[in-house]
């Protein structure tokens, strides 16, 4: 497994998921520059509940709530797997919004 830097994995979901919304990790930590360096740049924040769906499907990427075997722990398997073989995972930080982290 190659793990994408952040820039190349928001190119890959963007190819994925044109309409895909999300900003560096940098935003979320913006308070504190110290914070914004260290952990910024492994993180990627998006939305849970934008209704985003997996390319020709109509499963939501992201499913707070989600009990099908789809999903584990309320993310789409698909879109799992392609964060993983990219060197990357899916962490909720509540129930609307989603941190994709480095591994």
């Not at 928001?10 to 914070?35: R, T, V």
């Not at 939305?47 to 789409?76: H, I, Q, R």
């Amino acid at each position: 497994m190659k793990q994408l830097s952040q820039t190349r994995m928001m190119s890959a979901l963007s190819k994925l998921i044109p309409d895909m919304w999300m900003k560096p990790g940098q935003e979320w930590f913006s308070e504190n520059p110290d914070n914004r360096r260290a952990r910024g740049n492994n993180m990627i924040w998006t939305s849970g509940e934008d209704g985003m769906c997996w390319p020709n499907t109509n499963y939501p990427l992201f499913d707070y709530y989600a009990e099908s075997k789809l999903y584990e722990l309320g993310v789409y398997n698909e879109m799992g797997k392609f964060l993983y073989e990219r060197g990357w995972f899916a962490e909720w930080n509540d129930p609307g919004t989603v941190h994709l982290c480095k591994i």
